[in-house]
């Protein structure tokens, strides 16, 4: 039996995004809006020799990607930047989430911070996180790459 925490922000969120569907009825100013936070979904798998994360961050780009480590805790942060508005168009209804974003995780063991490894490549961020003996005692910065 997989056992998968809960993010009660996450079933928050789906429970406004289906009430604010309803019916699609108009907001109370009929103008639409793009959130400012949002999270990307992530997947984390474990093999014999490393814990390999995959995060889905479509239309941020590898520049706005933050990834650091301290220790056993993984923070994914970073942006969407927001597209300008088009003065000759009228948006009806606004899904695609544009902002700020932040994931953090716990690793179940110890892993080579230095030997971690981040690739962006259409939308999808792969980390690969070598297992180790020891703690890392200081935060790593890793850097993406395409």
Same mark, same amino acid.
């Given at each position: 039996?997989t $056992?998968?925490?809960? #993010?009660? %922000?996450?079933?928050?969120l789906n429970?406004?995004? !289906?009430?604010?569907?309803? /019916?699609d009825?108009?907001?109370?100013?009929?103008?639409?809006?793009?959130?400012?936070?949002? $999270?990307p979904a992530? #997947?984390? %798998?474990?093999?014999?020799?490393?814990?390999?994360? !995959?995060?889905?961050?479509? /239309?941020?780009?590898?520049?706005?990607i933050?990834?650091?480590?301290?220790?056993?805790?993984?923070?994914?942060?970073?942006?969407?930047?927001?597209?300008?508005?088009?003065?000759?168009a009228?948006?009806?209804t606004?899904?695609?989430?544009e902002?700020?974003?932040?994931?953090?995780?716990?690793?179940p063991?110890a892993?080579d911070?230095?030997q971690?490894k981040?690739?962006?490549?259409d939308?999808?961020?792969?980390?690969?996180l070598?297992?180790?003996q020891?703690e890392?005692?200081?935060?790593?910065?890793?850097?993406?790459t395409?």
């Open positions: 039996m $056992l998968i925490r809960w #993010d009660p %922000l996450r079933d928050l429970i406004q995004e !289906r009430v604010s569907r309803f /019916g009825l108009p907001a109370e100013d009929s103008q639409p809006k793009r959130r400012t936070c949002w $999270l992530v #997947d984390i %798998l474990e093999t014999n020799d490393a814990y390999i994360i !995959r995060a889905e961050l479509p /239309g941020v780009g590898r520049h706005n933050n990834i650091e480590i301290l220790g056993r805790r993984l923070v994914i942060s970073g942006s969407r930047v927001e597209q300008t508005e088009m003065d000759y009228a948006y009806h606004i899904e695609r989430v902002g700020y974003f932040e994931r953090s995780f716990n690793i063991g892993i911070a230095e971690a981040a690739r962006y490549v939308g999808i961020l792969d980390l690969y070598p297992k180790s020891e890392p005692d200081r935060c790593v910065r890793i850097e993406c395409e």
